[in-house]
């Protein structure tokens, strides 16, 4: 049989890849317009909450709403057909719905959608009657409010095209884009904030003749009030008069009131022709070009924008809670924007917390309105996260989030998911161009942190692909490439110059018309789109669009000098820009005329956050391809490459990482806040600029002095410096010699050498030590007490000059906390200390070597206590356990047993003594390291012998008797004006808290009792209140005034009102923190006096004449001119200067030590931040032997909290309270920049 072959085996056909293109579901679309839509959402939810502006007062914008008469013509709701019936879900009825009735009163503005509906048909009638017709343009220049939802509805009532811009366009350095766009919108009518803004505006365009430029086809010119709910420190803005506004600016309500029609109008809304090709909406953006373009949203493109975002968010959804949209992001964002109107449309409620976002607002509707919708980008997650309110802050009520205008990183998303406790955080991508083009649909987003990000799929009506860029050809998936957007929801062409459209980045195929987004992205194979980068070299920081172009004209037009722009990456704000420069021969570089030149002409986030020279990159040209074109790809690498290669750095972390890390903690500042090439000086006055050199040695090893810091303010300066020392740490533990016995004669400053002195000083500390069961081997050192420190420890009560902190300490037992108290306090001399007087004039201390016996005295056990709140109570007022006084332990601790949290507590009473606020935060931390690991080895500080003996043996030195001098001639004939004095005593002695048991110390015999003035005595705790110093850190930029000088003027100018005295006088707590009376080349070869383990806090007492025809920055100014000295005088031996004032005036310095102690003035730059991980401080009381001390303390960057604590003998805490307000004022007032021409005298 013949062989037969079998058939050949078919070849498989390969699977074509899936290209780079995918639909988002088919979008519904009503057949109704834009306008019909939201009318018949305002009447079917017409009593629902609709709006929420926590800013604004309850009756801004009153004169729009109805009347309370019933026969009102317009107390209906607009007709919603020619014939005048009402529509109600979608069916004829011939009978009216009037508002729901009120709810509650609001201490804020809360409107429901029946009276949004009415304000906006208000306004539109009153614009209709003023001759505006469909399609002109409204001009909205209005942060986040009522105002600007009333004047969008109202133009789309109108069928006009509403544009929001913001109002920034119209502040100096703006000029050239508000006149391009005014003369790209042709506005009918434009409506603003306030005056400030109309007259921004008329400066722009020149007034009169202004009107060729731009604002002669203006027909309106509305100004809206702020409506702002008033605090004391704020001057009223709301209704300005009408003398108060430029020419031909009128204010908004007024204008209705005179244009709105009495009776029926013959006005139907309903008659106007209205086309899905009719423009509605203009937003503007920057793109590539220094001037912005407008993108117009049709009908159909806002429809269908709208009816995406409510499938997509699943806003109609009736079966759960109803969502609340957070709107705070700029309402002339598309950001802010779509958490507006998308809202409204399905009859939820929208809450503006502020007129622009602050985290503080933000959180509190979080509180108050249970907001659950609010988007955002990195910098504002990062702002909310890092508040302190966020503490207090319940977010379960959180749904959804969006995160987009810059690249989200997964961090990013699990900082939302974990942080600020949201359900469903998501990345989206989107345009102004395109709107929501990529977003996940609500209930598809992952209930936690998804281990990478995408913008998703696109979303309802929409459509994506990823094209070579070059050809337009669809990519495979899981190819990078550039996205371009299609679909219902996108623009289809650019507003430009004069009136022309540009369509470059648009094109048309069988698919509809797309837009080329200039991004780079990534398909992957499910669909999900994943945005890679930018093609373009458009800079996007925290969400804000930076053009390059208009940065490098700036550098041109303004300094002769070439430019090339980039972005680099930043972590918070997704990318930040570097300008590189080309210098021409012989040109001179000042970076700070540069800095200011840009901030003026494009506002600080334009400003480069770093300026470099071709040289600094090693280069003589810019990279450059054939034709000679910059290749800014190149630069980028090249500025990474030189960033790795410039900074060093310790223990495996990068130096500007350090740098960085150091100074955000000590300022208390969200990450990322400062970057690189910010100067900190900015930021920090000089107590934090001291601080910052010991803290960095503590934490690094590393040393930089002050002179150093002078010299390099920024970061980056200040890591180079470092780098280029290499990385040896500093140590100055050896600084005091270790020995194994007590002292010898050589060991103690105050002997001199001189055996007498030292026998007797052996022979004290025998008998002062013997009731402890010690003697002089027991001794480790004796250091010499200055006269602050003498003030402190004068025996007056058992509370003399104490502190008394509680801590609870989580996941640790009493034994465990014993054992790391005996380690941290063995590590910190000065807490083991007793206090004697060798003679009438040279008290000292004598710190004790660890023992069972000295630790027997110091730490005491009581029984357990139910809860953590019982703590602030433990053994309060004890008179055995609650004090640490002379002659000591002048430290002690109470421990015990905290139930509830099954875990220790303690309490510790400190003698003033002994620390400042410097040294104690210091132990605090070294504690909390022992309490976390046990072996932990802490690192050494600068020993306070080592500083104390120093400025004991150069107290009668040439520059010691320097700083006497120049204190006694400050203070000469103070005592001839005893009226001056605050408070008036009126019982004996100044103590705050508890007196039981003084003695008098001019008869050395117990004093009588002292009455407490209130029923209810709080004065030791204190109360407290905050205020608003908004433009602090401008003063300090601008005229290098620190902020404390705000407070201290208020305090003097408000004590002169009670004294009546043309001077206030008063203590101030002076940091100190230098080594006295040395040359300052003699300084520069000393540790950190910073880090110096021990009390170099100073007191001196302020003169402070209020000349009443001063201005407000001139008296600002001169009294930071004295604290420059103020502060180079701080160590002026206060026993010399008390003998000098006494000897030039008989009594004076005996009055200036009774005027010290009334009233004292005490800053913090910034609040303390007790970031420990196991102690948790539940209670800080200072006792200190004064009349009145005002604490005054900087939360944040402009928030002031004031904490006066008093002696309820002297003062009433409604007097207190009474003042503090007065002086909250006055500050708030000096703290903003309008006030600073104006004089003393308005204030007085």
Not at 418 to 426: D, H, N, Q, T
Request: hydrophobic share 40%; with cysteine.
């Amino acid at each position: 049989m013949p062989h037969s072959k079998s058939p050949p085996t078919p070849k498989a056909t390969p699977t074509p890849p899936l290209l780079s293109e995918t639909h988002g579901s088919p979008l519904p679309v009503p057949n109704k317009s834009v306008f019909e839509l939201f009318q018949a959402a305002f009447r079917k939810h017409g009593s629902k909450k609709a709006l929420t502006c926590m800013h604004q007062t309850p009756d801004y914008l009153s004169s729009l709403l109805p009347s309370a008469s019933p026969t009102s013509p317009e107390n209906d709701f607009l007709p919603l057909t020619p014939n005048g019936k009402n529509i109600v879900n979608g069916s004829s009825s011939n009978h009216h719905h009037h508002p729901a009735e009120n709810p509650s009163p609001s201490p804020y503005l809360s409107w429901t959608f029946t009276t949004l509906s009415h304000a906006s048909h208000t306004l539109a009638l009153s614009l209709h009657t003023s001759g505006i017709l469909p399609h002109q343009t409204i001009i909205s220049l209005l942060p986040n409010s009522a105002a600007f939802h009333v004047l969008s509805f109202a133009a789309l009532e109108l069928n006009c095209v509403f544009s929001p811009l913001n109002p920034k366009i119209a502040a100096g350095g703006h000029v050239e884009e508000a006149r391009h766009l005014f003369a790209m919108l042709r506005p009918a009518v434009v409506v603003v904030g306030d005056g400030g803004v109309a007259r921004g505006l008329e400066g722009v365009f020149g007034g009169e003749d202004g009107e060729k430029e731009g604002m002669g086809g203006v027909r309106l010119k509305l100004v809206a009030g702020s409506g702002e709910i008033q605090h004391e420190s704020k001057s009223k803005i709301v209704g300005e008069k009408d003398e108060d506004l430029p020419k031909c600016w009128q204010d908004l309500e007024k204008f209705v009131a005179a244009n709105a029609p009495r009776g029926n109008s013959s006005f139907d809304p309903l008659s106007i022709p209205r086309k899905d090709s009719d423009v509605l909406l203009v937003f503007t953006t920057s793109g590539t070009t220094s001037l912005p373009k407008g993108c117009p949203w049709t009908a159909k493109t806002y429809r269908s924008i709208l009816c995406s975002i409510t499938e997509l968010l699943d806003l109609g959804n009736t079966n759960v809670a109803p969502r609340t949209a957070c709107f705070h992001s700029p309402a002339h964002h598309i950001l802010g924007f779509m958490f507006g109107a998308p809202y409204h449309l399905p009859g939820l409620h929208v809450v503006h917390p502020s007129s622009t976002f602050t985290p503080q607002s933000t959180l509190a509707a979080i509180r108050q309105e249970h907001v659950s919708d609010l988007a955002g980008v990195p910098a504002l997650l990062n702002a909310l996260v890092e508040h302190p309110d966020l503490a207090k802050t319940d977010t379960t009520c959180l749904k959804w989030m969006l995160l987009g205008a810059t690249t989200i990183l997964p961090e990013t998303l699990k900082l939302a998911y974990e942080k600020l406790g949201v359900e469903r955080p998501a990345e989206g991508y989107g345009m102004t161009e395109t709107g929501p083009a990529n977003t996940p649909r609500f209930r598809d987003i992952p209930l936690s942190p998804p281990a990478r990000s995408v913008a998703g799929q696109p979303v309802p009506g929409a459509k994506s692909r990823i094209c070579d860029p070059e050809t337009r050809e669809v990519l495979p998936r899981g190819k990078a490439g550039e996205l371009h957007c299609g679909g219902d929801l996108i623009i289809s062409e650019y507003w430009t110059a004069g009136g022309k459209v540009n369509k470059d980045a648009f094109y048309t195929d069988e698919q509809g018309i797309w837009i080329m987004t200039g991004d780079q992205a990534v398909m992957e194979e499910n669909g999900d789109v994943r945005i890679v980068g930018r093609y373009k070299d458009l800079i996007i920081r925290g969400g804000e669009n930076i053009s390059p172009s208009s940065i490098e004209d700036r550098f041109l037009s303004r300094f002769d000098m070439t430019a090339e722009v980039v972005g680099v990456p930043d972590e918070i704000a997704g990318e930040i820009p570097i300008a590189i420069i080309k210098k021409k021969a012989g040109q001179e570089l000042d970076l700070s005329a540069l800095r200011a030149a840009l901030i003026k002409d494009l506002g600080p986030a334009w400003v480069p956050e770093e300026i470099l020279t071709l040289e600094d990159l090693g280069l003589e040209d810019y990279p450059r391809t054939s034709s000679g074109k910059v290749q800014k790809v190149k630069l980028r690498e090249i500025l990474r490459e030189k960033h790795t290669q410039t900074f060093g750095g310790v223990g495996g972390e990068n130096m500007l990482d350090i740098l960085s890390r150091v100074w955000h903690k000590l300022l208390s500042l969200p990450a990322g806040t400062l970057t690189p090439q910010t100067s900190v000086h900015d930021w920090a006055d000089s107590l934090i600029l001291a601080r910052f050199s010991a803290a960095l040695l503590r934490e690094s090893g590393l040393l930089i002095s002050l002179s150093e810091l002078a010299e390099h303010a920024s970061i980056e300066q200040q890591a180079r410096l470092l780098s280029s020392r290499g990385t040896a740490q500093a140590s100055f533990a050896d600084i005091v010699p270790k020995r194994d016995g007590p002292p010898t004669i050589n060991d103690i400053a105050h002997v001199h050498g001189d055996e007498e002195r030292y026998q007797r000083t052996i022979q004290l500390c025998n008998e002062t030590l013997a009731p402890l069961g010690l003697d002089w081997s027991d001794v480790q050192d004796v250091i010499p007490m200055n006269g602050t420190q003498e003030t402190f420890v004068k025996y007056r009560r058992p509370q003399t000059s104490n502190h008394r902190h509680a801590w609870l300490c989580p996941g640790t037992s009493i034994q465990e906390l014993e054992t790391a108290i005996i380690g941290a306090v063995a590590h910190h001399p000065m807490l083991r200390s007793m206090a004697l007087y060798f003679d009438d004039i040279t008290p000292i201390h004598a710190t004790i070597r660890p023992s069972p016996t000295w630790w027997s005295h110091c730490l005491t056990t009581v029984p357990p206590i139910a809860q953590a709140s019982d703590l602030p109570s433990l053994v309060y007022n004890d008179p055995k356990l609650d004090f640490a006084c002379f002659p000591g332990p002048m430290f002690r601790f109470v421990l015990t047993h905290v139930e509830e949290e099954n875990c220790a507590g303690m309490v510790y009473q400190g003698q003033h003594s002994v620390f400042d606020g410097v040294s104690l935060p210091i132990f605090i931390e070294d504690l909390d390291k022992l309490l976390v690991s046990p072996t932990a080895i802490l690192k050494p500080h600068v020993p306070y012998k080592a500083w104390a003996d120093s400025m004991y043996l150069l107290q009668d030195s040439a520059l010691a008797r320097q700083s006497v001098t120049w204190q006694a001639k400050r203070l000469h004939g103070i005592s001839q004006h005893p009226e001056a004095l605050f408070p008036k005593q009126i019982a004996p002695e100044w103590f705050k808290g508890n007196s039981e048991g003084w003695i008098d110390i001019t008869t050395g015999q117990p004093g009588p009792p002292r009455k407490h003035l209130d029923a209810n005595p709080v004065g030791v705790k204190g109360v407290s209140s905050s205020g608003q110093l908004p433009d602090i850190q401008a003063l300090k930029v601008k005229h290098g005034v620190e902020g404390s000088q705000i407070v201290k003027a208020a305090l003097a100018i408000v004590t002169t009102r009670y004294t009546g005295a043309e001077f206030a006088m008063f203590g101030q707590s002076q940091a100190g923190r230098s080594w006295p009376f040395l040359l300052d080349w003699q300084v520069e070869r000393m540790p950190p006096a910073m880090d110096v383990d021990g009390p170099a806090v100073q007191g001196t007492l302020v003169r402070i004449p209020v000349q009443r025809n001063e201005t407000v920055l001139e008296m600002m100014r001169r009294l930071q001119a004295e604290q420059k000295f103020l502060n180079k005088h701080a160590y002026a031996p206060m026993r010399q200067l008390v003998a000098e004032m006494n000897e030039a005036v008989p009594g004076e310095g005996d009055f200036f030590s009774d005027a010290f102690r009334r009233q004292i003035f005490n800053w913090l730059p910034v609040a303390p931040k007790w970031d420990m991980k196991r102690l948790v401080n539940m209670q800080v009381e200072s006792r200190t032997d004064c009349g009145v001390l005002w604490n005054c303390i900087m939360m944040d960057q402009t928030m002031l909290k004031m904490n006066p604590t008093w002696d309820d003998a002297q003062l009433r805490r409604v007097d207190i309270e009474k003042m503090m307000a007065e002086i909250l004022r006055v500050a708030e007032a000096f703290a903003r920049e309008e006030n600073w021409g104006k004089t003393v005298s308005q204030y007085v």
